[in-house]
């Protein structure tokens, strides 16, 4: 099984299941999960996680998301974007000063209420499927934070913008709430996801390129031969967590390693301090990567926070 992380550039048409259920099939095996929906219509940046590195998939998913958005002003849709039925049709009126304004001054905390076509559920109950059945409910407004917008470019009615922003943003409904504070109303022409962590636009592979190198690359083996290392696109399970410090316990405590279990002082080569401040990357002597670990100070000792053993 193949533990690791494809920086995938999700294409137009595909959604998030899809591209899922395409290297299933690429890569011959079950186990592997994306870190966060992107609309059919959207593109760009889609983590995905193979085997074992599924237990990040979360951990991504809570990162903060960085986008490059156009906003159409003047037009409204019921699912806030250019795929939608047109509600409202209005002249633009307004001046580019207006505009800027009125973008910036949603940078910062804001609540936000979920759109009608997302994937959010209630009472069990997907809102898209809700909303393809004509059925709109109540949603509460949820908190989320802008941590910056740049206006790249204003070509009335069209407005072009990078955004960053927390987990659980809809640009989308970001482009409507700025088209209805503008009077005139607005939905999202085209959206492109640049980054995710440390993971790039620049850098993303299409599926169509990844089936190529799978090919090549994995070449006279057998898919079950496969390994992360076989492939030079999928980044390791450690990748997202180099932010952390590197510790290495002594090949004697292997088995209390390999175990779970706690993790004294003595266990490590060359113990530090510090590493008792932050949580800290674990490996064996052979330099597998085993977890994620966190110093518990009543215990004097190291606690797994998320253990991904690859021996």
């Known amino acids: 099984m193949v533990n690791g992380i494809i920086n995938v550039y999700k294409e137009k048409g595909y959604t998030s299941f ?20 992107l609309d059919p219509d959207a593109q760009g940046v889609l983590p995905v996680c193979l085997g074992k590195a599924t237990k990040v998939c979360d951990l991504l998913t809570d990162k903060n998301k960085e986008y490059k958005a156009v906003m159409l002003l003047g037009k409204v849709t019921d699912t ?27 940078v910062g ?28 409910v109540e949603r509460k407004a949820r908190p989320v934070r802008i941590l910056s917008i740049e206006i790249e470019k204003i070509e009335l009615p069209r407005v072009t913008m990078k955004v960053e922003c927390s987990k ?17 109303g607005a939905c999202m022409e085209s959206l492109l996801r640049t980054k995710v962590s440390k993971f790039f636009v620049e850098d993303a592979l299409t599926l169509g390129q990844i089936e190529e190198l799978v090919a090549k690359e994995g070449a006279g083996m057998e898919p079950a031969e496969w390994s992360a290392k076989t492939f030079s696109f999928i980044q390791p399970v450690d990748s997202v967590f180099v932010q952390y ?67």
């Open 168 to 184: 659980g943003t809809y640009i989308r409904t970001l482009c409507q709430d700025i088209g209805e504070k503008l009077g005139c």
């Open 245 to 311: 410090p590197k510790a290495v316990v002594l090949q004697n405590y292997d088995k209390v390693l390999y175990n779970g279990n706690r993790l004294e002082k003595e266990f490590f080569q060359n113990y530090q301090s510090e590493w008792e401040e932050t949580p800290i990357r674990i490996y064996d002597e052979k330099d597998c990567f085993i977890g994620l670990y966190e110093y518990k100070p009543v215990q004097k000792n190291y606690k797994p926070a998320k253990m991904f053993i690859e021996t």
């Open 18 to 37: 899809d591209v899922v259920a395409k290297l299933r099939g690429i890569l011959k095996q079950k186990k592997i999960g994306h870190t966060g929906t």
């Open 80 to 106: 806030q974007d250019m795929s939608g039925t047109v509600l409202q049709e209005r002249e633009v009126c307004v001046s580019e000063q207006e505009v800027r304004d009125a973008v910036l001054s949603f």
């Open 109 to 136: 905390d804001y609540e936000q209420v979920p759109p009608m076509y997302s994937a959010l559920k209630v009472n069990g109950k997907k809102l898209c499927d809700l909303a393809r059945e004509g059925k709109t």
